[in-house]
T-cell receptor, first 115, second 111 residues
């Protein structure tokens, strides 16, 4: 069964450093998303992306965040200058965008630890 | 923004028991979803509901989309140890739009 994959599984970085989290969505999917989950809390929406542009973003997704689909398979989330509070699990998701019954399939996540 | 209230936040049950959890929203959703998350993994979709009043089963799991579109419940029958995990309710305005998650119900099954 096709699945969303994410790399790395765990990223440790120093505060102020840039990080890029990578995702490979399911191959025929057209809509891509990033969510985050701070330890012990609920999953929160960050951004959705379709047709090479952002469709919707939350208030969490400020100027420090950016997304990109650099080629036909990868979807990335960049944090320019990480803060301690960026430590969380980051989940990529994708959906087909064919009908109202489309569902989002989530990757296994990248655990980001900012020291 | 839309808020989801999920309860209970944690449950301890004996293996073989049935369990029920529910979710209410401050506003209407057009799609209700139930996900399960195992430690260190991403949410996995269990059941999706698309119509008010819809009752859907997936094995031992049954979920309903409330008539008001502002609530949903999930029942698990005859629980087994592998049911352990965190169960999230979630809502969507439309099929490709953002998923809004509840706080989760942590389920522990005592063998």
């Amino acid at each position: 069964e096709p699945e969303v994959t994410q790399t790395p599984s765990h990223q440790v970085t120093q505060m102020g450093q840039e990080v890029i989290l990578r995702c490979v969505p399911i191959s025929n999917h057209l809509y891509f998303y990033w969510y985050r989950q701070i330890l012990g809390q609920k999953v929160e929406f960050l951004v959705s992306f379709y047709n090479n542009e952002i469709s919707e973003k939350s208030e969490i997704f400020d100027d420090q965040f950016s997304v990109e689909r650099p080629d036909g398979s990868n979807f990335t989330l960049k944090i320019r200058s990480t803060k301690l509070e960026d430590s969380a699990m980051y989940f990529c998701a994708s959906s087909e965008f064919m009908s109202i019954t489309d569902t989002q399939y989530f990757g296994p996540g990248t655990r980001l630890t900012v020291l | 923004g839309q808020q989801l209230n999920q309860s209970p936040q944690s449950m301890f049950i004996q293996e073989g028991e049935d369990v029920s959890m529910n979710c209410t929203s401050s506003s209407i959703f057009n799609t209700w979803l139930w996900y399960k998350q195992d430690p260190g993994e991403g949410p996995v979709l269990l059941i999706a509901l698309y119509k008010a009043g819809e009752l859907t089963s997936n094995g031992r799991l049954t979920a309903q989309f409330g008539i008001t579109r502002k609530d949903s419940f999930l029942n698990i029958s005859a629980s087994i140890p592998s049911d352990v995990g965190i169960y999230f309710c979630a809502g969507q305005a439309g099929g490709y739009q953002k998923v809004t998650f509840g706080i989760g119900t942590k389920l522990q099954v005592i063998p």
